[in-house]
């Protein structure tokens, strides 16, 4: 007899439990090739984004969707408030579930057999109504993603999903800070330079423990950024423990419109260039290719690429920068989906823009790095084309699908695995950096010995 393998269960899980949410609600599915990497840190196939290292007010290093803007959204009926009262309770209009019970695959219909009855206990027998079915279902696909025991395959409601959308292109509403969303721990991984938060004096590993006096213990990893979140103008208490200060110290942010460019450039002595990209966007490639004009027109002897702190984005962005550097037919990384292919199959990168294959190359790397960021360092590492300086990278080597649901909410599912051109692992793994220089103060102003190493790298490359 031919056992069901659980991949195959999987899939029929997810379809069905999708179909639920049609019977439930109405909504038709629109899936688009997402070009996100990761969670990035965005592929047609990040980050990442994103990320376990994310930008507040969002989830994620690093992955955003590519559906159009202004697609139809439904509201879900108000939540009752409830009142005690002494009359017979109102009845919601009965709901037919057979349709839906009916499109349970025969392998999984016993597994479900208790989820259709506590459904059923709910719609005949909870006190307080109206009910509100749609919850419910965010509810359960919440809980269904959550159980995959994998912090990139989510489920996002609509305001969060149009959030993540809007954070992963550099304009959002929000404090500023980059976050691990992985640990058990909210750890801030960087402020974003400018933003309301730097300004407040949040610093780089700052632990934010409490949001508005609500301890963060208590809530879901998928929902512990949630309060951060608000209109512009609005205050925010962050309750924050910091190494070196005993308890605990509380700071009062006020949220800003942020708008993060993707690419700068800051010429500095012996005619060296230091380009720093914060995110993988859709802003990126256009961005980049401006600023190696500059480099041409300045006509700068070496470049310092700093993705220190980007938390990835569209895997695409990383292959058109690689493309910038490398060949033509260059391997930018290799697609591990075994499960399906059972090969690595490598991804190319794209040169389809100015290439500079001979100017000297260092790329600074930290902790914050991840995803398509990881996938650039260790393409460069590989090719020997850059020297990378630094600590070791975030470790984000997985690649998330994006399907966008017809009322704006959205899924992220881990498809594949991504390595090095040479097979090195990234995920769970990292890189490392082939001269390794710690950056204990990272406070506006303060020394920055990975730069000074970076510098010196680069002077000795490019000497006569």
């Known amino acids: ?24 609600s109405g909504f038709a599915l629109g899936i688009v090739a997402d070009r996100t990497l990761f969670g990035g840190p965005a592929t047609s196939t990040s980050g990442n984004t994103t990320a376990a290292t994310a930008v507040v ?8 969707d590519t559906v159009a803007p202004g697609r139809p959204t439904s509201t879900p009926r108000p939540m009752a408030t409830p009142v005690p009262t002494v009359t017979p309770r109102p009845s ?16 999984l219909r016993a597994e479900f057999d208790n989820f259709w009855k506590a459904f059923n206990l709910l719609e005949k027998g909870f006190y307080y109504r109206p009910l509100n079915e749609q919850n419910l279902v965010y509810g359960a696909l919440k809980g269904m993603f959550s159980a995959t025991g994998d912090d990139y395959t989510v489920f996002l409601p609509p305001d969060a999903a149009k959030e993540r959308k809007a954070s992963d292109n550099g304009q959002f509403v929000g404090i500023g800070i980059y976050v691990d969303t992985s640990k058990d721990d909210l750890v801030i991984t960087a402020p974003i330079p400018g933003g309301p938060a730097e300004a407040a004096g949040i610093k780089a590993g700052d632990v934010i423990v409490a949001i508005d006096g609500k301890d963060l213990s208590t809530v879901a990893k998928a929902d512990r950024t949630t309060g951060i979140q608000g209109p512009e103008g609005t205050p925010v208490r962050l309750t924050i423990r910091r190494a070196g200060t005993p308890g605990t110290i509380d700071i009062t942010v006020i949220r800003k419109k942020i708008t993060v460019p993707a690419v700068t450039l800051d010429v500095l002595p012996n005619d060296i260039g230091k380009i720093t990209i914060t ?26 690429l700093d993705l220190r702190n980007n938390g990835g984005g569209y895997v695409d962005g990383a292959q058109h920068l690689l493309g910038r550097f490398l060949p033509k037919d260059s ?20 040169a389809d823009g100015q290439q500079l294959l001979d100017i000297p190359i260092v790329m600074l790397v930290n902790g914050g790095t991840a995803s398509a960021s990881e996938i650039t360092a260790g393409s460069l590492q590989d090719y020997g084309r850059a020297t990378l300086v630094g600590t070791k990278t975030f470790g984000k080597g997985s690649e998330q699908e994006v399907t966008e649901l017809s009322d704006g909410s ?9 390595y090095t051109p040479k097979e090195h692992v990234i995920q769970k793994q990292g890189l490392i950096p082939d001269d390794v220089v710690e950056r204990p103060d990272t406070a506006p102003g303060a020394t920055d010995p990975q730069l000074d190493k970076a510098v010196a790298v680069l002077r000795a490359k490019i000497a006569p």
Do not use: C, Y
């Not at 919601?92 to 392998?107: F, M």
């Open 1 to 24: 007899m031919d056992t069901p393998s659980p991949a195959r269960s999987g899939a029929a899980l997810v379809g069905f439990l999708v179909g639920m949410f049609l019977v439930l």
């Open 92 to 107: 919601d209009p009965s709901i037919s579930l057979d349709p839906a019970q009916n499109t349970t695959p025969d392998q």
């Open 57 to 64: 007010p969002t989830v994620p290093p690093a992955p955003t």
């Open 331 to 350: 391997v930018a990384m290799l697609e591990d989906r075994r499960p399906t292919g059972g090969k690595l199959t490598p991804i190319l990168v794209k």
């Open 410 to 418: 959205s899924v992220r599912v881990t498809v594949a695995n991504w």
């Open 279 to 304: 995110a993988f966007n859709d802003f990126t490639n256009q961005q980049l290719d401006d600023v190696l004009k500059q480099v041409s027109d300045k006509h700068l002897k070496g470049i310092i």
